[in-house]
């Protein structure tokens, strides 16, 4: 597979390949850019090779989990330099993987001596939780390193970044509403929420309280259960709730939902929600959903509140609640500038999102070019 021509590596500063035979650790950590500040982006731990092992032997679908392993942290890590400069961080963008079942191989030795690899890059890049990590065995590598974030303890610990992305989710909603539907709040508006965990629960909180309509699903039943506590809504089936009759499609449970087989049933005119990756293809399915008539909200910019909440600890500042609060609600004005230019230029979202935020990108590199050559 070609790495360095490939979209996905483009600008690309820096791939470290990592292993340790020992504890079975194989993982891949890509720093895509430090021009904004110190790559941040969580450690996702999968098991890439099982989507192969019904299609082909063992060590060929081992192979081509690597690549998937490959491609998907390079993909991720731009995405997060992306998000942390449309959220106006000092933020870089990064990402690692670590290949494998966390169930059967995420013991604390593992993550400690992923640990020693972070540790290694000096502060290039700051690791914290994501899909396959659990705040355990973040402080587990955190033994290792102080260069790990969103930890439930410590001088400048933030903890669970998820109410914050849920917040930065509802203003998300709330703007493109007003931005589509003409309505300054979500009374009687109809939202279909995608998997109700850790952000979804959090957003049926914020929907319920402001008076919207709200239809859940999940394909866990506990995870139901506890939306159904939180107050009047609505149960669909996992497979149809891309279809139901609203407002608002809120995804937030896994990527890729956007797609040629989903996108033909959405009734909704608003797509705002958590979930990272949304579009099968950038620019292709964005583009669709102008077409139709769907006002899409790019995700990375609406689900940005968790790594908004976890800057401070990555600079180790102390911020009030009302600070962190603040920097969630622009997320809403950004928000705002990016449908008006999209309907300004009849251009996707999406491709609007990308375009500002490769710019703040390559001005931020500017500067530090500059700064360095006069240093
Ligand atoms: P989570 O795992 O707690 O919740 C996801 C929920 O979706 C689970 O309840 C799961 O059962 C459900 N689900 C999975 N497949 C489903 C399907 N096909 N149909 C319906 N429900 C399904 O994860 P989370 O932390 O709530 O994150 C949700 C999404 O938001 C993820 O894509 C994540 O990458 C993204 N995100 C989360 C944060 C955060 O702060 N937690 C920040 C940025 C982005």
Excluded at 85 to 99: E, H, N, P
Excluded at 338 to 366: C, H, L, Q, W, Y
Aim: charged share 25%; net charge negative.
């Amino acid at each position: 597979m070609p790495v360095f021509d490939s979209r996905s590596f483009k600008d690309h500063e820096q791939v470290v390949f990592c292993a340790d035979a020992e504890t079975g650790l194989k993982a891949i950590i890509a720093v895509h850019s430090t021009a904004c500040g110190p790559a941040a982006g969580g450690i996702r731990f999968w098991d890439y090779a099982a989507a192969h092992k019904h299609v082909a032997p063992s060590d060929i679908a081992e192979s081509r989990g690597e690549q998937d392993a490959v491609y998907d942290v390079l993909r991720l890590s731009r995405g997060m330099s992306y998000k942390n400069a449309m959220a106006g961080l000092r933020l870089g963008g990064g990402k690692s993987v670590i290949i494998g079942n966390p169930r059967k191989i995420g013991t604390p030795d593992l993550m400690r001596a992923f640990g020693r690899y972070i540790n290694r890059l000096s502060g290039t890049y700051y690791a914290a939780e994501d899909v396959g990590t659990s705040p355990e065995m973040l402080a587990a590598a955190g033994q290792a390193t102080r260069y790990v974030s969103g930890l439930d303890a410590g001088e400048f610990a933030t903890g669970d970044p998820s109410p914050h992305t849920a917040l930065g989710v509802f203003v998300s909603i709330q703007s493109a509403v007003r931005h589509r539907l003409g309505k300054s709040d979500l009374k009687g508006v109809r939202v279909a929420v995608q998997g109700v965990g850790h952000v979804g629960l959090y957003l049926v909180e914020h929907l319920i309280e402001a008076g919207a309509i709200v239809t859940v699903t999940d394909i866990v039943d506990a995870n139901i259960e506890a939306a159904k506590s939180k107050g009047d809504v609505t149960v669909v089936d996992s497979k149809t709730i891309h279809a139901v009759d609203c407002d608002v499609f809120a995804p937030c449970a896994l990527g890729g939902g956007l797609n040629p087989h989903t996108i033909p049933d959405i009734r909704a005119t608003v797509i705002a929600g958590a979930a990272n990756n949304q579009l099968e293809h950038e620019g292709i399915q964005d583009e669709d959903l102008r077409k139709r008539g769907i006002l899409y909200a790019p995700d990375y910019v609406v689900n940005a509140g968790g790594i908004i909440s976890v800057e401070a600890e990555v600079h180790q500042e102390k911020v009030s609640d009302a600070e962190r609060e603040a920097k969630v609600l622009r997320i809403g004005d950004t928000l705002t500038k990016i449908f008006e230019v999209s309907d300004r230029e009849s251009r996707p979202t999406g491709v609007i999102a990308n375009e500002m935020a490769e710019d703040i990108i390559a001005k931020a590199a500017a500067k530090k070019k500059q700064l360095s050559s006069a240093a």
